[in-house]
């Protein structure tokens, strides 16, 4: 994960839609390694709440990954609140959480996704 830039990583994805929230990598352990909050947003939680659910993010991994020999693996993790969308991508060391506002269309929400994965894979080769 050190050769990684994961500020570039954050700053990308952030970049990719005006409605697009928070974005916040996650290490293994659920700690946050990056996070940025979109210029005009405001958190929708303390920070504290804020770290406590990447713990949260992270344990549910884990919990998923039981199920990877028989199901496959996750391809990413889609969460629809009343007051915001999570995205949950997958890395190799870390995870991608992204939050963005519930209005964004399900069919754009699918094509950041697909966006963050191209992303992250090109910054893990």
């Known amino acids: 994960m050190a050769d990684i830039d ?52 992270a344990q549910r991994r884990a919990a998923r990954e039981e199920f990877d020999e028989r199901l496959g693996k996750v391809r990413y993790v889609h969460v629809e609140r009343e007051c915001v969308t999570q995205l949950v991508v997958y890395a190799k060391e870390y995870t991608v959480f992204v939050t963005v506002e519930p209005e964004t269309s399900v069919a754009r929400k699918f094509e950041l996704v697909n966006k963050f994965k191209e992303i992250i894979v090109r910054h893990e080769t």
């Open 6 to 57: 994961l500020q570039a990583v954050a700053e990308e994805i952030i970049g990719l839609d005006d409605l697009m929230r928070f974005v916040g990598i996650i290490d293994l352990k659920g700690e946050i390694v990056e996070g940025i909050m979109k210029e005009g947003k405001t958190s929708l939680e303390t920070q504290k709440e804020e770290e406590h659910f990447c713990r949260q993010v």
